[in-house]
């Protein structure tokens, strides 16, 4: 870790500033983009600790402000969530029968 | 019917509190939801004094606030559900809730109130990933709420409030302050917390950046040095301290997942965090049943985040029919004519510039 290229930006999974910077001049213009080319902010925070060091070098790369990045795409579960605690099935059951 | 619907608080800090006491006072059904094993968001961490005028509770230490709040919650015996986190919600405002981990629930609300907070930023330099490089938040955390100290010797990066209250309150616990960074030329934080620092003899370096943190095992050494008029660097100024923690006082971005999913536009306000969900005066976002109060509509501090929450829920209450025209609008003045106060003096009218332009935004789309 002596360059700083090297240092790394995502921690969850590992992901250099290297490795984004390399995804951007690639053709990555969006955070998304660049978590879907890179895995930066797939991990267990979510992107909570990378996403504005990433939205940093993405500007920085694009030569924009970071007011002008389009805003990440969000999905739930927002949260890691064990297969296990998603028994939505009740719930659904319940809400049919409300309706039916 | 609607009205028979829940309004849902997701958050129950200063301003989450503060919506779920008025929905409740004004008769409406209202369910509170917090991840956290007890209700209070971050003000049984602030063991300092509050500013502010009297109303504001100045003077008063932030777990006070946060005793007197809960005490008021219970009282009027307010559905509070905790160890419960929203993972989701869809545009037809169903809540969907993992309680302590094990099992979903959706929660069809009729209004949701967004007390989500904010995220502490975090700074990349070589070596930030060492064990003993945290964010200013932990180690209060670590200190005011488990008792433990992080380190002895301890290098702040960032003089704004945040920064310079953490590290009061390590030295309070023991720790060394070696020194705080501030990469722009002034300091930023209020003068009574800055001052008690400075009075202590803790050096302030201002003009100055982390360059590396280096170890072995974890945190041994920071080396920091001047920054040029484009905040790089200059190598000839560097100078190495022995911490063995680095605190990261850099800042809060608002929470942004919940709303995003319910649809709300958002609006990127520097002075408050960054991108944020835009807002009305009366705290509703572009989703007419959303509203955004705290940290989460713009960071700002424990005070304004409870008229915030104040203001949607009477707001909420109202709309819902469970308030009249004239009481909602007298409680909509007094609430805002309190937010004004706290946005005045140097740093407030920032924020309060700040703001006005997020509601004159939301008018215009």
């Known amino acids: 870790m002596n360059s700083d290229d090297e240092r790394y930006i995502c921690r ?22 660049v978590k879907r080319w890179t895995r930066a902010g797939m991990g267990i925070c979510q992107g909570r600790s990378c996403k504005r060091l990433v939205e940093r070098i993405l500007a920085e790369e694009l030569g924009v402000s970071p007011a002008e990045l389009e805003p990440s795409t969000v999905r739930p579960p ?23 | 019917m609607e009205k028979h619907k829940p309004v849902v608080v997701v958050g129950a800090g200063p301003a989450g509190l503060c919506a779920a006491i008025e929905l409740k006072k004004a008769g409406a059904p209202v369910i509170l939801l917090d991840e956290n094993d007890k209700p209070g968001g971050q003000l049984f961490k602030q063991i300092h004094k509050f500013f502010g005028s009297r109303e504001h509770k100045a003077g008063t230490r932030g777990f006070t606030i946060g005793t007197s709040l809960l005490d008021e919650s219970l009282k009027l015996g307010i559905d509070v559900r905790l160890e419960t986190e929203v993972v989701g919600v869809d545009p037809g405002l169903r809540v969907w809730a993992v309680r302590q981990r094990a099992s979903s629930e959706l929660i069809e609300a009729s209004r949701l109130i967004l007390a989500t907070g904010a995220t502490e930023n975090a700074l990349s330099f070589p070596g930030w990933t060492l064990p003993g490089v945290m964010t200013a938040g932990c180690a209060q955390t670590l200190i005011n709420v488990y008792r433990v100290l992080p380190g002895k010797r301890v290098l702040i990066i960032g003089s704004g409030n945040v920064g310079v209250i953490v590290g009061y309150q390590l030295m309070q616990s023991g720790a060394e302050v070696v020194g705080i960074v ?47 008029g484009s905040f790089k660097p200059i190598a000839s100024t560097e100078r190495t301290l022995d911490v063995d923690t680095i605190c ?24 408050l965090g960054g991108r944020m969900p835009l807002h009305d005066e009366y705290m509703r976002s572009s989703v007419q049943e959303v509203y955004v109060v705290g940290d989460t509509a713009g960071v700002e501090e424990a005070s304004t985040a409870m008229e915030e929450g104040r203001l949607a829920g009477v707001h909420a209450a109202w709309s819902l029919g469970y308030m009249s025209d004239d009481d909602m609008k007298e409680r909509v003045d007094e609430t805002k004519q309190r937010l004004n106060a706290l946005r005045q003096g140097v740093f407030g009218q920032k924020r309060f510039n700040a703001k006005a332009r997020i509601i004159q935004e939301s008018q215009l789309r």
């Not at chain 1, 992901?15 to 001049?25: C, D, Y």
């Open chain 1, 12 to 33: 969850c999974e590992e992901v250099t500033e290297k490795e984004i910077r390399e995804a951007v001049r690639a053709g990555a213009r969006t955070v998304t983009e």
């Open chain 2, 248 to 271: 990261l006082a850099v800042g809060l971005t608002p929470s942004l997942e919940l709303s995003s999913l319910a649809g709300c536009r958002t609006i990127y306000v520097p002075e």
């Open chain 1, 78 to 100: 927002i949260r890691p969530v064990s297969i296990s605690a998603i028994n939505m099935e009740e719930t659904r059951e319940r809400n049919d029968r409300e309706e039916g």
């Open chain 2, 182 to 228: 501030e990469a722009l030329p002034s300091l930023g934080g209020y003068g009574v917390h800055t001052a008690k620092l400075a009075r202590a003899g803790v050096p302030f370096y201002t003009g100055t950046t982390v360059v590396r943190a280096e170890g072995v095992e974890s945190l041994e050494r920071a080396t920091i040095a001047q920054v040029d």
